[in-house]
């Protein structure tokens, strides 16, 4: 067991890296980060995640220009002042693009009280519970993902979380093949690193924690 020492040491130091060399890690590592990710809790054990691993340059390169596209579009709606800092964000939206491996991240529904319960259910309880069901599913994903990234950096590869993509999310389902009871939670560029990141400012704990004793 590692110490706590050693697991802040790690989360610490995680990145969220956007550039990468070229070389493609081994299979047997990305499945032994893969094998990480699934031992995340989730809401009755539903394991609610799937992943699908992109390799192919061009199916990635594909991907990318589609997201493009799709920054392109919304550019294009935006005030004039703001469009071209909307596009420099927008940028970023694509920076998956020279990742070796891409990993699509999907979710989907905790559908459990919501098969049990019937037309004398109130509107505002039927509601309430459908947002607690995607949420559960999408939690859980979210929770899976943390577990990659920092198996992936545990094991000297570089990656970040990206939802920006998700502007495309239809391109995304069309190219990857997306089955349609699930959904798209992020995007996961994940190689090894051209870059050094720099460390970022986070809030102090006390600063975004409330006591009530």
């Not at 935006?78 to 999907?106: K, N, W």
């Amino acid at each position: 067991m590692i110490s706590h020492q050693e697991l802040q040491d790690l989360l610490c130091s995680r990145r969220s890296v956007r550039r990468f060399r070229a070389e493609q890690p081994p299979v047997e590592l990305i499945e032994s980060i893969l094998a990480s990710a699934v031992t995340a809790p989730s809401a009755s054990n539903k394991q609610p995640w799937r992943f699908i691993v992109l390799r192919n340059r061009d199916v990635i390169a594909t991907l990318a220009a589609r997201v493009r596209e799709a920054v392109d579009r919304i550019a294009k709606a935006i005030d004039p002042p703001f469009e071209a800092s909307f596009r420099a964000y927008g940028d970023y939206f694509t920076r998956f693009e020279s990742a070796p491996v891409v990993i699509i991240a999907l979710f989907r529904s905790l559908t459990l009280l919501s098969n049990l319960t019937d037309k004398r259910l109130a509107d505002d309880d039927a509601t309430r519970i459908r947002a607690m069901e995607r949420d559960s599913g999408l939690i859980g994903t979210s929770m899976a993902m943390e577990n990659l990234l920092l198996a992936a950096h545990a094991a000297g590869l570089g990656a970040s979380g990206m939802t920006g993509p998700l502007v495309a999310v239809d391109a995304i389902r069309e190219i990857a093949n997306v089955p349609p009871s699930w959904e798209v939670a992020a995007l996961i560029p994940i190689g090894y690193a051209d870059e050094t990141p720099v460390p970022t400012t986070r809030k102090p704990a006390e600063k975004v924690t409330q006591w009530i004793d």
